[in-house]
């Protein structure tokens, strides 16, 4: 299998809903959303912001973190809706929330990993795919317990992970990305999963991953 290709957001996006979409628009339109809040409620979780940065919603009739501060909910929505056209093409294979140490090496990655079928056809129970991404807030909110400590001044990042490259000459929207170079690890990590399900139309798995010991001594 091709090695996937990490990118990182250059600068914002709009997402934009259409009418008569295909069921690969609904999914992705469905599932940027549920991103958007997910990744915020990561951020939220890990505590590198004061209590006072977030205020508590409701989303999917799940209690969720919604980001105070402008720039960090503007950070958070423009580089998931400008995901959406690749997701609806199925070139987004992960996407990934990144913590790193001062020396820039991640030090833990929740991680979204995510299939839409390219082969249905069918119409788009919204209500079921919303039911099914609800479990995932709620594991989500549970989960600080499987998760590291994060040291002082550490900082993160929004990474996906494309099947193939997105070319900007091809679309508007592929040019607020760019590759990322930070240092990846050397040793598969530790997996942690946290939740999964597949659909016919959607596959996600939710998941968190750590250094290896191997990894750490080297470091």
């Known amino acids: 299998m091709p090695k996937s290709k990490p990118m990182i957001p250059f600068s914002g996006g709009k997402m934009e809903r259409k009418d008569n979409q295909s069921p ?16 915020t ?14 205020e508590r919603r409701k989303y999917m009739n799940v209690v969720v973190q919604r980001a105070r501060h402008p720039q960090l909910r503007e950070y958070i929505h423009s580089a998931v809706s400008g995901l959406l056209p690749f997701v ?20 833990e990655r929740f991680v979204f990993k995510l299939t839409v079928n390219q082969s249905f056809g069918s119409h788009v129970e919204e209500s079921d795919l919303k039911f099914s991404l609800r479990s995932f807030l709620i594991k989500l909110s549970i989960s600080q317990p499987l998760t590291t400590v994060l040291p002082r001044d550490c900082r993160w990042e929004i ?15 592929a040019e607020i990305w760019i590759p990322t170079d930070t240092k990846q690890w050397q040793q598969p990590p530790l997996i942690t999963p946290i939740k999964s399900m597949n659909s016919e139309p959607l596959g996600l ?4 991953e750590h250094p290896s010991p191997s990894e750490l001594l080297c470091g």
């Not at 609904?26 to 990744?39: D, M, N, R, S, Y």
């Not at 609806?88 to 030090?107: C, H, M, S, W």
């Not at 990474?159 to 929207?173: H, N």
């Not at 798995?205 to 968190?208: K, N, P, R, S, V």
Request: no cysteine; glycine share 8%.
């Open 24 to 39: 690969q628009g609904e999914i992705a339109g469905i599932l940027v959303e549920f991103l958007e809040v997910a990744i």
């Open 41 to 54: 409620s990561v951020v939220s979780l890990k505590g590198i912001y004061p209590p006072g940065a977030f």
């Open 88 to 107: 609806q093409k199925g070139l987004v294979e992960r996407v990934a929330v990144i913590f790193y140490n001062t020396d820039n090496i991640p030090i």
């Open 159 to 173: 990474t996906a992970y494309f099947r193939s490259l997105p070319q900007a000459s091809a679309s508007k929207d």
């Open 205 to 208: 798995q939710l998941y968190l």
